[in-house]
């Protein structure tokens, strides 16, 4: 049996692969549809008879599968466009294999033209993949289920209904949440660079080698660049018409974007001072692995308190005291080399910064908090 | 002419159409829908991307096949929880789609078993059928990719390359251009950019792996180039992170003209490798500008004022950067002209 704390494990790793459970919502939109569909066609068939027969059952089945992803576009206007243009194209797929339908050379020749057209339109953009996909497939499927002549109604009327429901499920009963999914993503991102923190305290107790941790840092910023790649492009989906709304959530990207390249000047600075120099002096140590633990639970507790918004936590000045004290000894160290003194310095000015860029973070995320 | 890659996509798909429907002509393929449906999901932008998808389709496929017979051989007399499990494959068809390819396509497999059985159509036949589809689906995809307008990943990503290489300079200069004359206008961030740039060069490199059993030297010599790109890549967004506190500090006096000299010489550098790039000739040898003098002037030069005080040691540490990633941008492209001379001899 799986126990509690596996069962637990799961769930934090798939919060941090799917923040906010976006693709799980996705998945579950998508499932809705593409069973509620066909349930719906089966329900007409008691009034309409020519939605009898598996061909309108297949189509809405196919249609609530595939129309999920023609939601493509900025706001909510676009993406309903979006959606209502992926539903024309795909009826009139059936409309067109149905006038071809009498000649099988015809049948090929205008299908091979139409994946030809729905392959080049995507160069007017990524709403048109998808569209694309589902168009291409309705004809293809109407050419296999319009097997007898009078077949037709049934698969526009199973086009239609499956177009409707799976409007109805997209729009209305599970509607996207863009903005939520973009402060979702927020929390593994400080987990991630909490998890930097944690390579570069290990370097520092001498626990790992400079090499070993060059080689882990490096996996693990780039994976932080990423995070915020993605988490920018979240923006883009963004339900919000006024730009004045948007001004919180795009400084809660560039201050992503701070703590990352930070940590990255922190990783090569430390690892560049301990390469040429081996460990700093054993004070300078102490004091050091004790401001990177400080920072990291720092993340780690505002990571923590996604959820609710929580006032800037009162270790920043503890911190920054630390720091302060962190440069007036490594000012008053004789014994260093002048350039291995500038490494740490440098270091302990990038520590400062990721302090002062997760301080922006925070009053960000609380003003885009308050927004959704 | 060189057709834009959409039209060439667009050709590559009709051609795989006509293909299979001569193929269902000519032998007896009872459903070769589900072969296009291949052909339209394995299709790729480039040669080795597609193979890449296509052994993946296949691979997953069969599994799927299997896992889905096993399935509704146990569960057939249950229509209730065949329709159940059916809901839940729908659900991890979709979930997996954009994450995991291959795990979604086994899924759909399984999916697709249960379908059938549910429409009362199933049989070993169909499944037979499905699996040697997709087969010919694959199998047409990677041919038509790799014969009709055919993109090598390697051709790709030396379009790639050769951009990013551009881009890394641009914000070099700019960057360099704001601290010598700090009055200017501020330079626009281009993290954003640079992070995205290396992601499709970092897509293009994975699939120019799958086509690496052609040409397996030359794909080796990419991986460095990549790694040496990705590592300009970060000293620059380190350098664009701190140019507040170097923009505070200023650029000293005493060391203006060597930081515009640094500047200029690793200017001409990136300046001869895209030539070089654009081109495509070697010189007999390619030579770059080293910063080894300067950085030994410059130690000399700062040395003084660190040991001055307090406020002109902070205006040294603020400075360092500019020296810092400018020398190992510097390093990073006497790395990429020794791989070029490497190529060269």
Known sequence: ?372 | MKPQPTTRQAIQMMTAVGVIYLLAWRFPIQRSYWAIITVMSVLCQTWGESIQKAGRRIAATLLGLVAGTLLYSLLHAWPEAITLLLALMVFLTSYYMTRAYTQAVFWMSIMLVLLFGLMNAFSFQVVIERAYETMIGAVVAVTVAATVFPTRSKGRMNDYRGRYLNLLMTTYDELMSHFLDPDRPPPPKRDAELIRGLDDLRTAYDAMRREMIFYRRSARRRQRWFILLENIQFNLVCLGAVREEINAAGIMRPVRDECRQIQQQIHANFVTIIKVMNTQRLPEKLALQKLDDLEETLRKRLAPFIRAGKENCHACVGMLPVFYYSLKINTALLAIADDINERWN
């Open chain 1, 1 to 372: 049996m799986i126990s509690h704390a596996q069962l637990n494990r799961w769930l934090v790793l798939q919060r941090e692969n799917d923040p906010g459970f976006a693709q799980f919502r996705q998945a579950a939109r998508t499932t809705i549809a593409a069973m509620a569909a066909p349930l719906a066609v089966w329900y007409a068939q008691h009034w309409q008879p020519a939605l009898s027969g598996i061909a309108p059952l297949s189509v809405a089945f196919l249609t609530g599968m595939l129309m999920i992803m023609t939601t493509y576009g900025e706001t909510r206007r676009i993406q309903k466009q979006s959606f209502i243009l992926a539903g024309g194209a795909g009826l009139l797929m059936v409309l067109l294999e149905k006038a071809v339908h009498h000649s099988y050379l015809l049948e090929v020749s205008v299908f091979m033209l139409v994946s030809f057209v729905v392959f080049y339109i995507r160069r007017f953009g990524m709403r048109y993949t998808g569209i694309s996909i589902y168009a291409m497939t309705i004809f293809l499927m109407s050419t296999v289920m319009n097997t007898h002549a009078h077949a037709w109604p049934g698969l526009v009327g199973g086009v239609s209904i499956g177009i409707g429901v799976t409007y109805i499920v997209n729009f209305y009963l599970l509607p996207d949440r863009p903005l939520k999914r973009f402060l979702d993503s927020i929390p593994p991102f400080l987990r991630k660079s909490s998890q930097v923190l944690e390579y570069l305290e290990a370097l520092l107790q001498g626990a790992t080698t400079p090499a070993e941790t060059k080689r882990l840092m490096h996996d693990a910023l780039q994976d932080l660049q990423l995070t915020v790649l993605v988490s920018e492009n979240l923006l883009g989906n963004l339900r919000i018409d006024t730009h004045a709304g948007r001004a919180p959530f795009r400084k809660c990207a560039l201050a992503q974007y701070r703590v990352s390249s930070t940590l990255l000047i922190i990783g090569d600075h430390l690892q560049h001072a301990m390469n040429h120099h081996g460990l700093p002096h054993p004070v300078i140590q102490t004091q050091a692995k004790q401001v990177l633990q400080d920072i990291r639970l720092l993340l780690v507790h505002l990571a923590d308190h996604a959820d609710d918004a929580t006032d800037w936590p009162d270790t920043d000045g503890r911190l920054r005291h630390q720091l302060d004290d962190l440069t007036a000894l490594l000012e008053s160290s004789e014994t260093q080399d002048t350039f291995h003194l500038f490494y740490l310095l440098r270091t302990v000015f990038a520590l400062r910064g990721v302090l002062d860029a997760l301080g922006e973070l925070q009053q960000n995320w609380n003003e885009a908090r308050r927004q959704l």
